[in-house]
Every structure is written in structure tokens, then in C-alpha cells.
Nanobody
Framework: QVQLVESGGGLVQAGDSLRLSCAAS????????MGWFRQAQEEDREFVAC????????DYTESVKGRFTISRDNAKNTTYLQMNSLKIEDTAVYYC???????????????????????WGQGTHVTVSS
């Protein structure tokens, strides 16, 4: 059974940076697409970013492009989300997700949907204040 544990959330001011980490165990991390989603209060969970396992290609939601960077370290079974120039609207619980498939390479994959991922972490809170 794959387990994902997020860390690195916290309370920061607008313009600050945070780096979230997601440690995976119980599976073959190097063959998983890893994703980050977030859920603001009273909102649906939304896609933030994901990274392929085969060639490292990435995708981001429009609102974070140029500010957030997703990366992975297969040797440490960990994926990261570097968040720069944080805005108040980035406030949410951030979730790590994984699936044993190469969503960004496969035809017809919907990597931006929660239903495409099999495993989820418990979430880490990010609060951005003015």
C-alpha cells in the first residue's frame, strides 16, 4: 500500500516562499506520476501541478505558472513543490497524489482530475496573509 506524507506547510506573508515535500513509501516511486492538488475552504479540490516519471515533463495550472515548480528525487522517493511569490489566493490545504502510470505521456490521460490518481496524502496547510 502506497503512503504519501506531505510536509512543509505553514503561515507566511504574501510574496514569501515555501517548499512542500511529499515522501512516498510502499510503492515503486520512480514509476509514478506525482501530482499536487489544493483545496481552499468551501471549494473543490483543484489541480496545481504534476510531474511525469519517465521524462520529467511537468504541467501546471495557469494561476501558478512562473511561481511554482514541481520536482522529484527518485532516490529519496520524494516530490517537491517550490512555491514562490505566494499570494493570498494560494491559501489552501495542499495534497500530494500519485498514480502508477505516466499520465503526461499517455494519450487521453486527464492528469488534472482527482479521479486520475490512486493515492493521496493527508494534506498540509498553507496560509498566506497580507
Amino acid at each position: 500500500q502506497v503512503q504519501l506524507v506531505e510536509s512543509g506547510g505553514g503561515l507566511v506573508q504574501a510574496g514569501d516562499s515555501l517548499r512542500l515535500s511529499c515522501a512516498a513509501s510502499g510503492g515503486t516511486f520512480s514509476t509514478y506520476t506525482m501530482g499536487w492538488f489544493r483545496q481552499a475552504q468551501e471549494e473543490d479540490r483543484e489541480f496545481v501541478a504534476c510531474i511525469s516519471w519517465s521524462d520529467g515533463r511537468t504541467d501546471y495550472t495557469e494561476s501558478v505558472k512562473g511561481r511554482f515548480t514541481i520536482s522529484r528525487d527518485n532516490a529519496k522517493n520524494t516530490t517537491y513543490l517550490q512555491m514562490n511569490s505566494l499570494k493570498i489566493e494560494d491559501t489552501a490545504v495542499y495534497y500530494c497524489a500519485a498514480v502508477p502510470a505516466d499520465l503526461l505521456v499517455g494519450v487521453g490521460s486527464r492528469w488534472w482530475t482527482t479521479s486520475s490518481y490512486d493515492y493521496w496524502g493527508q494534506g498540509t496547510h498553507v496560509t498566506v496573509s497580507s
